[in-house]
């Protein structure tokens, strides 16, 4: 049975302020629950609502012994609640350059979206402490006015709602909440270890700031909104210098060379970011960009740091994430496959699909078609005829006059019967091959690739 509603409209009006403002009523909410204080105050206010159905997930990361009994714990406070609840084992990257905070970070959210139903909303109890926290991570890192936004209220990202209906409250005012309505909670040991950066600044340095300035949590959470306020004129202001640049992850370099390098770096790390591609540091972009604009247009020069590579030809740039770079693919994939025409070719992300569509004066001959095909790629010396009334071409030269990209031209089918080169993907079929104007073709259809061009 729920718990009576406890009466400290402070916490709980905050709550149903935000939610009302941010989430239509009805939709469900997923409690991201530790069982910490903070969370299991936002727990207890979320079960007492009747507007939104709830249920919670606590994470395990296996990182100290205590984990199985939270677990435990969890289950039990959720069960008193009337809430449904899920606890969910991943695997931290203790190896992660970013620091074992980081990688647990990544790994609870991994877990908690990967665990979301299309309709659900996450909630975590992120409060005002956690916000002058960030603020003052970020500040110490270098960061820009984006990072020095902090965490908003709503965060809209891949397809996931995040909602922190808590983060204008005070821990101190969540203590009281809880102490008062005779809430349980778990205390986690390494929330007192000072190596982790985010411990230090909470035992350390707040105290001292709080004392000389006893407001300083809404300052800099007034100053965490200002800040993004200026991230959004930011990202407007890259819009109007993207408009008409952008299409898939290819971005024509165009009027952009003539902005300066900072409206450049802004709308580069606006696109970065709506690609969910990781942002670089300062000095990396600084040294990506100029690498990129100031190289002879003739040259294709490329840049990288962890998870990205951008790559030029001719006046655009192409963006990769590293797990969809054609170049990196080049080395773990099948250097040829065997081909039942009737059946489709899944050659991977990179490579597409081959599969044939019969139709009369176009495509393959079926003369030329005996039993099945083989699928290659570019060795060098490859040559076509790609019409009639052509003469035959070396491969090479009828791909850079296509403008198809560098990289990418070792990745397009080249369609063998023996030694017959049949077609280059659904670019060429040779004369010699070609179905006539009352014979049937088997047409390629050569699908779900890569950009080439």
Not at 202 to 216: C, D, F, N, T
Not at 267 to 286: D, G, I
Not at 419 to 440: M, R
């Amino acid at each position: 049975m729920k718990h009576d509603l406890i009466p400290h409209t402070s916490v709980t009006d905050v709550f149903n302020c935000v939610l009302e403002a941010c989430v239509e009523a009805g939709t469900p909410l997923c409690i991201a629950y530790s069982g910490g204080m903070d969370s299991t105050v936002l727990l207890h206010v979320a079960a007492q609502q009747t507007a939104h159905p709830v249920r919670a997930v606590y994470v395990n990361h296996g990182l100290v012994p205590e984990a199985s009994e939270w677990a435990a714990h969890c289950q039990r406070i959720c069960r008193q609640l009337d809430v449904s609840f899920t606890a969910l084992d991943v695997v931290v990257d203790a190896t992660n350059q970013q620091g074992l905070e980081a990688a647990a970070r990544m790994a609870r959210y991994g877990a908690l979206r990967a665990s979301l139903a299309a309709d659900e909303i996450l909630l975590t109890a992120h409060h005002e402490q956690d916000q002058m926290e960030t603020f003052l991570l970020q500040m110490l890192r270098g960061a820009g006015v984006r990072g020095l936004s902090s965490m908003p209220v709503r965060n809209d990202r891949g397809g996931v709602i995040h909602v922190r209906p808590l983060l204008n409250v005070a821990s101190d005012t969540l203590r009281t909440y809880a102490e008062t309505a005779g809430l349980e909670w778990v205390e986690d040991p390494s929330n007192t270890q000072l190596k982790f950066d985010r411990n230090f600044l909470r035992h350390e340095v707040l105290p001292v700031i709080g004392q000389r300035w006893p407001v300083a949590a809404r300052a800099i959470a007034r100053s965490a909104r200002l800040n993004a306020e200026a991230a959004k004129l930011l990202d407007g202001l890259a819009e109007d210098d993207l408009a008409g640049l952008v299409a898939g992850h290819r971005l024509e370099m165009g009027r952009l060379e003539e902005l300066p390098m900072s409206r450049r770096k802004n709308a580069v790390r606006f696109l970065l970011r709506r690609w969910e591609m990781a942002v670089p540091s300062e000095t990396q972009l600084n040294q990506a960009l100029r690498c990129l604009f100031d190289a002879r247009g003739d040259s294709q020069p490329e840049a990288a740091w962890p998870g990205v590579r951008i790559r030029r030809y001719r006046s655009a740039l192409w963006f990769y994430a590293e797990n969809d770079d054609p170049l990196a693919q080049r080395s773990v994939v099948a250097e040829a496959y065997h081909w039942d025409t009737q059946t489709s070719l899944d050659m991977g992300p990179v490579r597409g699909m081959l599969e044939f569509s019969h139709v009369r004066g176009e495509g393959i001959a079926k003369r030329c078609i005996d039993g099945p095909l083989q699928v290659r790629f570019r060795t060098g010396g490859e040559r076509l005829r790609p019409t009639a009334k052509a003469r035959t071409r070396d491969l090479k030269n009828l791909l850079q006059e296509s403008s198809i990209l560098p990289w990418m031209r070792g990745h397009i089918p080249l369609i063998y019967s023996g030694e017959q080169l049949l077609a280059v993907g659904d670019l060429w079929v040779d004369a010699a091959c070609a179905a006539g104007p009352a014979e049937t073709g088997h047409q390629v259809q050569w699908t779900g690739h890569a950009p080439i061009c």
